[in-house]
């Protein structure tokens, strides 16, 4: 059985507002609204926790690795 066709059998036993539901979600998911909002939060994340770190020294370099990729 393909992913679709366990799609729609386990669609079949929602309830209607159930199946709205779900169908709002293909949507959102054949728009890609959903990846732009992922990176939109990833830059937002990463923006605050590094909030403030800009004006601090850089207090490592190459030298300090341990372990080095070839």
């Known amino acids: 059985m393909s992913t679709a066709e366990k799609i729609l059998d ?3 036993e929602l309830k209607e ?3 709205i539901e779900v169908l709002g979600f293909v949507e ?3 728009s890609g609204k959903h990846e732009k909002k992922e990176e939109e939060f990833k830059n937002f994340s990463l923006k605050n926790a590094m909030r403030g770190m800009e004006n601090e020294p850089d207090i490592y370099n190459l030298s300090d690795l341990k ?3 070839k």
């Open 67 to 69: 372990d080095r990729f």
């Open 28 to 30: 959102v998911l054949k």
């Open 17 to 19: 507002e159930d199946q």
């Open 10 to 12: 386990g669609l079949r």
